[in-house]
């Protein structure tokens, strides 16, 4: 099958008190575990093929590139930055239910003129994740090799549905955990999912 591969690459852990919690434009680092997973990505062979990658320019993704120690070169794309959670940052979803319940309703819903509280408007995040998107494409079909993309999960949800064609609000849809590989086969601006929350690379390579 021919099309152009993007492999997309969700940043390590970053700790146990921020596990279950929203954490967006807070710049936080990879914990010791996230480092270990960064690392373990090196057993991946199919990104050794990658010579193009773009990524979100927060700490914790920069950083899960420098200790996965591969060589590609990468281009930081501030679009590819996790949504902006506004006074939702660091709450569990109980906290978020209990003291903003009418926003979470409208959340669930997606209605189209929703913003986080005093954050991102989710239209406003779907239109960088679509220019990332476009960005890629172009770049991914230009190469002979596969397009690495290091982001946060809520990015590349966004982009799997971008690229397969599915409304925004079936992203919650697929699972993204961290230093976790899924992978996208392009043709053009639309593509199949080939790889999905994959995690072998981290069994027996973490400490």
């Not at 929203?22 to 996230?34: A, E, I, M």
Request: net charge negative; proline share 4%.
């Amino acid at each position: 099958m021919n099309g152009a591969q993007v492999f997309l690459i969700r940043h390590g852990d970053t700790g146990e008190a921020l596990k279950g919690r929203f954490v967006g434009r807070r710049d936080v680092p990879l914990s010791p575990l996230g480092q270990a997973q960064a690392t373990a990505l090196a057993h991946c062979t199919e990104l050794d093929g990658c010579r193009e990658a773009f990524c979100s320019p927060m700490l914790r993704v920069r950083e899960t590139v420098a200790n996965a120690g591969l060589d590609v070169m990468c281009q930081q794309d501030d679009d590819l930055r996790e949504i902006d959670f506004g006074r939702w940052e660091s709450l569990s979803f109980a906290e978020i239910a209990r003291d903003y319940p009418e926003d979470v309703d409208r959340w669930a819903h997606l209605e189209q003129d929703f913003r986080f509280p005093q954050g991102e408007a989710y239209a406003e995040f779907l239109q960088r994740i679509q220019r990332a998107a476009e960005r890629i494409a172009r770049t991914a079909a230009a190469q002979t090799e596969p397009v690495a993309v290091f982001a946060h999960g809520g990015v590349i949800r966004a982009l799997i549905c971008q690229w397969l064609g599915l409304p925004a609000k079936h992203y919650l849809l697929f699972e993204i955990d961290p230093a976790s590989i899924s992978a996208v086969r392009l043709f053009g601006d639309r593509g199949v999912l080939t790889r999905l929350n994959d995690r072998s690379h981290l069994q027996g390579n973490i400490a």
